[in-house]
């Protein structure tokens, strides 16, 4: 059973900073690409960053030289962490960000699935 679950939400003045975590644990084998999405009131789902297994990065254009993505992925743990630096916050950084693990493995030749967390609630506001 595979389990994703963020931290670091909360409310912050525009111009400040907040860091996200997520950690996929469970029996995993690899992850193909672990990344953050956010949705905010009456919008839909878009994608914030992602960051491969190499470590290759991509970027909404929103969030370009604002935000940094990275991942930790722990050795024989179960663990991958993969974390979202916001910095420059602004108000139309207001949304539930969720966390997606994709191409999640089980065992080395398994079928690849993906899996979200719950989210977790970032608020900019003065």
């Known amino acids: 059973q595979v389990q994703v679950m963020e931290f670091g939400g909360g409310l912050v003045q525009p111009g400040g900073s907040l860091r996200l975590s997520c950690v996929a644990s469970?029996?995993?084998?690899?992850?193909?690409?672990m990344g953050w999405y956010r949705q905010a009131p009456g919008k839909q789902r878009e994608l914030v960053a992602t960051?491969?297994?190499?470590?290759?990065?991509?970027?909404?254009?929103s969030v370009k030289g604002r935000f940094t993505i990275s991942r930790d992925n722990a050795k024989n743990t179960g663990k991958f962490t993969v974390y979202l630096q916001m910095n420059g916050l602004k108000l139309e950084d207001t949304a539930v960000y969720y966390c997606?693990?994709?191409?999640?493995?089980?065992?080395?030749?398994?079928?690849?699935?993906?899996?979200w967390g719950q989210g977790t609630q970032v608020t900019v506001s003065s």
């Open positions: 997606n693990a994709g191409g999640v493995r089980v065992y080395r030749s398994g079928l690849p699935f993906d899996y």
């Open positions: 469970g029996t995993i084998f690899s992850i193909n690409a």
């Open positions: 960051i491969t297994d190499g470590g290759s990065t991509k970027y909404a254009d």
